[in-house]
């Protein structure tokens, strides 16, 4: 079974957050919420999401991906933090996923992996950075490059939490989790 790593900052996208927690763990995926700091972790709307654990205390453990809810201040302060910069790169060089959503793919930046890649973000997030080496996509509501995932904000998280699925535990988990949410046929 795969192993998810979403640490959640203080004013993190709650609906981001949510909406990949539960869908990673109704695929059977495990999923560890860890709070950058001990204790209940207060989102952008107000809502309050306490965490399994603290980062501190999942610094020396092993994930398959590592996945970054977006909001403001939220990916700030996954920005600011370096364990958390830190354990992007060393899942990139073990070659495991990365991914992250809304403004929080800035972090991605910052730690060098969306250097030669395809991304997206919230608009006006990494567009914003001029990075010279990162092609921003404005057109897809999930971008896939490698094992960097990346996607737009709080309208897109269930797509993103459905590609994370797919990418982890394969195309017909997706669909048998896809399918029991009763979603629209596009």
């Known amino acids: 079974m795969a192993r998810v790593l979403i640490p959640l900052a203080q004013g993190c996208e709650e609906l981001e957050a949510v909406s990949i927690i539960d869908l990673l763990r109704r695929a059977g995926i495990e999923v560890v919420t860890a709070g950058l700091a001990e204790g209940a ?27 970054l809810p977006g909001g403001l201040p939220g990916a700030d302060h996954l920005d600011e933090d370096v364990r958390i910069r830190r354990m992007l790169q060393q899942l990139a060089e073990r070659g495991k996923y990365t991914a992250a959503i809304c403004a929080a793919p800035k972090v991605l930046a910052s730690a060098g992996l969306l250097r030669g890649k395809q991304a997206t973000s919230y608009p006006g997030v990494i567009d914003a950075m001029q990075l010279e080496d990162t092609h921003y996509v404005d057109d897809q509501a999930v971008v896939v490059d490698g094992k960097v995932i990346t996607s737009r904000g709080p309208g897109t998280a269930m797509d993103f939490a459905l590609e994370l699925i797919e990418r982890l535990a394969g195309a017909a988990q997706r669909n048998a989790v896809e399918a029991s949410l009763v979603r629209p046929a596009k």
């Open 41 to 67: 972790v207060t989102c952008s709307r107000g809502v309050v999401i306490v965490p399994d654990t603290s980062l501190d205390e999942v610094l020396g453990d092993d994930f398959d991906m590592m996945v």
